[in-house]
């Protein structure tokens, strides 16, 4: 029972905690890595697949590529497999940590410790709930049974190293170069054991330098960097600032300002001091009595940190994730040791670490709250785009209502191809609410006219979704509505009688359109803004109809309340025709200028009840 209760407590204090990260969906770079299945047609394109350099040159072709594939082949968008098989890699995770830690502290109750001390962290969030940093928890797991196997290969002592726990080792080792490129550094840290801690005169702890050093040739001479700045290495003046940041993620919670107010600034930072004032006491004790294990517990932390330190424009709180091991191994040797050094000491100990989980439980409910919302609203948006596409196959699709959020959670790594979606809009003006990162293509891939997305959805072509409100809802109607009278609104110096558009614009006298163009009778008005300077001219653009000049040349006269602007006489039939006139001075800055045409004779076809003048397509003053 005791034995049950070592392994299952992390896991146990885990879901309790981070239970919401079950039901959180797909955002962000889980797309590009979704969608990579559908690029596999043959062996090569598999072998491409898994080891193509992508990513700003990554090739995790265990934790991102095969992962992805199988996954995506067996469960498609499903993301509850995704999210089990992150739990039960971290649980693996757990289990190898409070092992390790009761071999390094010779404490079972402080490796107890260090597992949930590990899993309470707000660091966890994003490993747990995003399927695109499951990288970080495999390559512990591959780390931590690297590292074990090794502890365990040592207790044999100066005699034969069991050959089972080489293997492991390596296996182990090997592996995590496909999980992470942070597995380089895990031949200092079986060094820094081997000689250090175990005091172990083992050579072949220099074999491990092998792979480590052809990976990191491979990547710094075969493969190309991506251009981002986000990604690129500075090692300069903010290094001190970085780790600083990754140290206060590690002891502390993350500052809770943001999510509950300024006050809980100042109860983070206090949590935050204690943690590290305890610990920074604790290690010079223990250095003090010759206890190089504790001093081990810092060099894991720092060591797996220092990769990710030259990245300014990237920090991140999940690189804290492999790090945070080895704090958590030297808080739960602290607490242990505390609770026996007597009543002060206890209290003492009581007192911090209740503060440190209580921040930390805080800051993961809202993280783990904001995470399902955050990728809930997404989810529902693509099974969305899926209704839609399944009723109305090669849609283009407008979407109204896109805030910030939704859109940050994965726009611009275009989910919709996964439902089938080829072409997606946001309603115009939205990309002013919107941060996009230019290295992934800003929002301009994402914008559309007015008179586009009307054009569009008149013709059938497209169907506009409102996602502001809970559920997306097809409002491709009453949208049609709105960007009709928005493109007429915006475009008052441009008419095209012939779409639907603009027929706010239309006076008495027209008839309904037919094919993109539209009869007039023997007189019809139209509504332009004026001209904006003097010099400007109307230009009207229509359609001679050899049944209106059968009877001969037809003439048309056009003005401007009621004053003649100009005059013409159409000869030539069956042809498409521009009729030119320069406008008054006074017509200059006016909101609105009523056109009137006027035809010299009307025509009844056989069977047609209309009298009919001439076909006309545009108006415009330009």
């Not at 919670?253 to 204690?274: C, K, N, Y």
């Not at 009709?484 to 027209?510: I, K, M, Q, T």
Request: one cysteine or more; aromatic letters at 12%.
């Amino acid at each position: 029972m005791k034995r049950a209760a070592y392994f299952l407590a992390a896991p146990a204090l885990c879901i309790a905690i981070y239970w919401r990260a079950f039901f959180a969906w797909f955002t962000n770079d889980d797309f590009p890595w979704l969608a990579l299945r559908s690029q596999i047609h043959s062996l090569h394109d598999f072998a491409l697949a898994l080891f193509s350099p992508q990513a700003q040159g990554t090739v995790r072709f265990l934790s991102e590529r095969l992962y992805f594939i199988v996954m995506y082949s067996l469960f498609g968008l499903y993301a509850g497999p995704f999210r089990a098989a992150a739990f039960l890699v971290w649980f693996a995770d757990l289990a190898l940590a409070s092992l390790i830690g009761t071999k390094l502290t010779r404490s079972r109750a402080a490796g107890l410790w260090a597992g949930l001390l590990w899993t309470s962290s707000y660091a966890l969030l994003t490993p747990l709930s995003w399927a695109s940093a499951f990288n970080q928890l495999l390559c512990a797991l591959c780390l931590l049974t690297a590292f074990y196997a090794r502890i365990r290969s040592l207790e044999s002592g100066t005699g034969p190293r069991p050959v089972r726990w080489s293997v492991l080792e390596w296996t182990a080792y090997l592996l995590g170069f496909g999980a992470l490129e942070l597995t380089v550094m895990y031949p200092l840290i079986a060094t820094l054991y081997t000689w250090g801690v175990a005091k172990h005169k083992d050579r072949s702890v220099i074999a491990l330098f092998v792979p480590a050093a052809i990976f990191a040739g491979i990547h710094a001479l075969l493969i190309p960097r991506g251009e981002s700045d986000i990604y690129r290495a500075h090692v300069d003046s903010r290094l001190p600032a970085t780790f600083l940041t990754y140290l206060k993620w590690t002891l502390g919670p993350s500052p809770l300002e943001d999510i509950f107010g300024p006050q809980w600034h100042v109860r983070g930072l206090a949590a935050t001091w204690m943690v590290g004032l305890a610990l920074a006491a604790f290690l010079l004790w223990k250095l003090r009595t010759g206890e190089s294990t504790a001093l081990f517990c810092v060099a894991w932390f720092l060591v797996f940190l220092a990769p990710v330190l030259p990245l300014p424009n990237h920090i991140s709180d999940y690189y804290v994730t492999i790090p945070l091991a080895g704090m958590a191994w030297l808080g739960g040797w602290a607490l242990v040791s505390a609770w026996r050094s007597g009543v002060f000491a206890r209290a003492v100990a009581v007192i911090i670490a209740a503060s440190f989980l209580a921040a930390s439980f805080a800051e993961v409910d809202a993280g783990t709250r904001y995470f399902l919302r955050r990728s809930s609203r997404l989810r529902q948006l693509i099974r969305a785009v899926e209704q839609t596409e399944a009723r109305h196959p090669g849609s283009v699709l407008i979407l109204h209502g896109v805030d910030n959020e939704l859109f940050q959670a994965g726009f611009q790594d275009n989910p919709f191809r996964l439902a089938g979606a080829q072409r997606v809009y946001m309603t115009p003006g939205t990309e002013v609410e919107v941060i996009a990162r230019q290295d992934l293509g800003g929002s301009e891939r994402f914008r559309i006219a007015p008179q586009d997305a009307a054009e569009l959805i008149e013709s059938g072509q497209a169907r506009a979704l409102d996602v502001s409100n809970g559920v997306p809802r097809d409002v491709t109607k009453s949208y049609l509505a709105v960007m009709e009278a928005v493109a007429a609104g915006e475009h008052r110096s441009f008419v095209d009688v012939g779409l639907a558009r603009y027929a706010s614009l239309l006076g008495p006298g027209w008839y309904d359109a037919e094919n993109g163009y539209r009869w007039m009778g023997r007189a019809s008005i139209v509504r332009l803004a004026g001209p904006e300077a003097a010099g400007e001219r109307l230009y009207a653009a229509g359609y001679a109809a050899p049944s209106a000049l059968a009877s001969g040349p037809l003439p048309i006269e056009l003005r401007v309340g009621g004053a003649l602007i100009g005059s013409s006489i159409l000869r030539k039939p069956d042809e498409h025709f521009v009729l030119d006139f320069a406008l008054p001075v006074e017509t200059v800055g006016k909101k609105e200028l009523e056109i009137s045409v006027t035809v010299g004779r009307t025509f009844r076809p056989p069977g047609d009840p209309r009298d009919l003048g001439i076909v006309f397509g545009t108006f415009e003053i330009r």
